[in-house]
Every structure is written in structure tokens, then in C-alpha cells.
């Protein structure tokens, strides 16, 4: 079956402009979280949905960055007003459901803020 | 938080020799041990998990061991082949891995010598 997804997969942004990245889930995951990895790191927790409710979002950097999950499936993560530090790829996963499984990561989001 | 620390950083090893990579953690009430692998510009991909009541896992070539007294789990390579050139990420959670962000280590880059 399909994977999860991201889009677009590259991101050139002006310094103070808005971004949208989204991800598709793989149907029927009730976890979802975002991560950002930037280069030559681990990929560092942003936040985490159980289906549309966001149950924890002390990763995110700074009131610049929002997710949603309105629907409980396709998630997208809003950056306000980049800036050069927010480059990275950003990284979604999906989760079956709450408990000790795996994380079925996106191919990512780069992010190149200039 | 979690403290999440990798050995080593950068590990090179011939074609058929075993490598060893090494995480320790600080949370005593982290009860699921996985190792995710990514390949350059890929995601990562979870290559083997082990959970809080099981000491070892083994698939094929590769192995976990979890020592929790200790607090330090570490992944084992048999017969390395090139293939296995990537780097290594430890993430160990305290509620399993569905219901929290993962807290990954810096990496292992293992490089498999021909």
C-alpha cells in the first residue's frame, strides 16, 4: 500500500515569507508527528496528533510554527515569517495507533530559507 | 526530557567484519529501544525494535541488546556488506513509540570499507 507522503518535497522561501508543508498519512493511522532534522542531525520532535486532536506540541520552536490536523488524516505544518535557522528537512511520520510501534516516516520536506 | 547518546559517532569497518553502535539513555522509565537506518537524502526506516521485557532481539544479521540496569541498548551488524553503509539512529521512549515523539540520538555513521 502507499506510503506516507509529503509535498512539495523542496521548499525555497524568502526570509519572512509563509510556508505550508503537508503530509499525507498512511490511511487509517491514528498517530501522526513532525519532526525537523537539519543537516548532519537526528530528526528533533515537533508535535504529535491522535487523530485531529494535538495532544503535544512542546517541540515546536516558536509561536511562528502551527500543525493541523483537522480531519484527523492529511496534516499541514504553517511556518510564519522563515527565517534562515528554520532550513531543514522537515520529516512527518504515521502510527497506527497509541503503543510501542513502529514510525512510518515521509521522504521529507526541505526546507531552504534565503 | 530524555538524553539520548550515541557511540560512536563515525564507525568504519571492512566488508564482512561486524560493527557494534552503542546508545545509552537517561529516562528509567523508557520501556521501548528501536534503531531507525537512513541512507543519504532518504528516510529513516526502522531496521529493529526491541521492547522493556526482552533482553535480545535478532533478525538475520542484525541484533539488539538492551541492557535497562545499565540504561544503554546497542545494535549489532554480522557480516557487514556495502549496503549497509548509512547512518544509525537510536530513539528510545517511555511510552512505546505510537503516543509520543521519539527522542533520537546524533547518529552513527557507519561506513563499510570493500
Known amino acids: 500500500g502507499a506510503g506516507v507522503s509529503q509535498s512539495p518535497r523542496y521548499k525555497v522561501a524568502k526570509r519572512g515569507q509563509d510556508v505550508a508543508l503537508r503530509c499525507d498519512p498512511i490511511?487509517?493511522?491514528?498517530?501522526l508527528f513532525w519532526y525537523q532534522q537539519a543537516l548532519g542531525q537526528g530528526p528533533e520532535f515537533l508535535t504529535y496528533?491522535?487523530?485531529?486532536?494535538?495532544?503535544?506540541k512542546s517541540g515546536l520552536p516558536s509561536d511562528r510554527f502551527f500543525a493541523e490536523r483537522p480531519e484527523g488524516s492529511v496534516s499541514t505544518l504553517k511556518i510564519q515569517r522563515t527565517q534562515q535557522e528554520d532550513s531543514a528537512v522537515y520529516l512527518c511520520?504515521?502510527?497506527?495507533?497509541?503503543?510501542?510501534?513502529?514510525?512510518?516516516f515521509g521522504p521529507g520536506t526541505r526546507l531552504t530559507v534565503t | 526530557g530524555e538524553n539520548v547518546e550515541q557511540h560512536p559517532s563515525t564507525l568504519s569497518v571492512q566488508e564482512g567484519d561486524s560493527a557494534v553502535i552503542k546508545c545509552t539513555y537517561s529516562d528509567s522509565a523508557s520501556n521501548y529501544f528501536p534503531w531507525y537506518k537512513q541512507e543519504l537524502g532518504k528516510r529513516p526506516q526502522l531496521i529493529i525494535d526491541?521492547?522493556?521485557?526482552?533482553g535480545e532481539k535478532k533478525d538475520q544479521r542484525i541484533a539488539v541488546t538492551l541492557n535497562k540496569t545499565a540504561k544503554h541498548f546497542s545494535l549489532h551488524i554480522t557480516e557487514t556488506q556495502p549496503e549497509d553503509s548509512a547512518v544509525y539512529f537510536c530513539a528510545p521512549s517511555t511510552s512505546g513509540g505510537g503516543a509520543d515523539g521519539l527522542t533520537f540520538g546524533k547518529g552513527t555513521h557507519l561506513i563499510i570499507q570493500p
Open positions: 511520520a504515521s502510527s497506527p495507533r497509541e503503543g510501542p510501534y513502529e514510525q512510518y
Open positions: 496528533f491522535q487523530n485531529e486532536a494535538q495532544l503535544d
Open positions: 490511511s487509517g493511522h491514528v498517530s
Open positions: 526491541i521492547r522493556s521485557n526482552v
